[in-house]
């Protein structure tokens, strides 16, 4: 059964909300400035965010651990190898003992998902399949269930089911889908305008906080293509704690 993640009505900490939002500001920077490579944990594969996904980016790199890592099909011409990429990454993980989990993060198009993770299931692979925009095309009768959803608009909503698929993942060894649903595109709803008003009505946020912290951002973004540092958000201050 798919277990949903809705947003939770009691506020979290301020803290936690406004890292939230620096990371997705900071996502809005660097792929503003054409930074295809917001995020990449391993620093083996990059991993491409877009205008959009800033909740998608800011709530699943906020719920890694320290041994994870992000593998993506999404922009890749080479599907098949980027699924092969995870496997062989949660085999190695297996063999080393590690706790590590590979999230594989997939989109629309390419080649089908099920077989994919129906094999790692079976293996009992440490791998979290994320699907952004939906899964590619299934044969009939063979779609994959998701075991959580969230919605792509809704960072908290996001960290909370990665982290509850993370948790699943290292306790049962086996591979599991997360769905973050939602509209993509130019009618999807802003996931930094979702939070900030969020914060605003929960009164942990105004206009010169709001400008402070994107002026942050904006000020770390610049930093980070000079110096052609793609980590730049697997530690940003302060961080989300559980």
Known sequence: MTQEHPFQPHPAP????????HRMLLVRHLTEHHAASPGSISGDFPVHFHAGE?????GLLAALGPSDAIVSTVGEPA?????QWAIARARDDVQSRRRGVTVCLVEAGGQPLAPWLDAARRAQLPILFCSIAGTPPEPA???PCPDETADCSDVEAVLTAARTSLRNVRDSGGARLLDLAGTYGPSRLDPIEVLALRM?????????ALCAIDTNAAARAEATLAASVPEALASPPGGCQE
């Open 14 to 21: 301020a803290v936690q909300r406004t890292d939230l939002l």
């Open 54 to 58: 800033e909740a998608v980016a800011a």
């Open 79 to 83: 599907f098949a190898n980027s699924f």
């Open 141 to 143: 009768g063979q779609e």
């Open 200 to 208: 605003v009505t929960d009164h942990q946020l105004d206009d010169n």
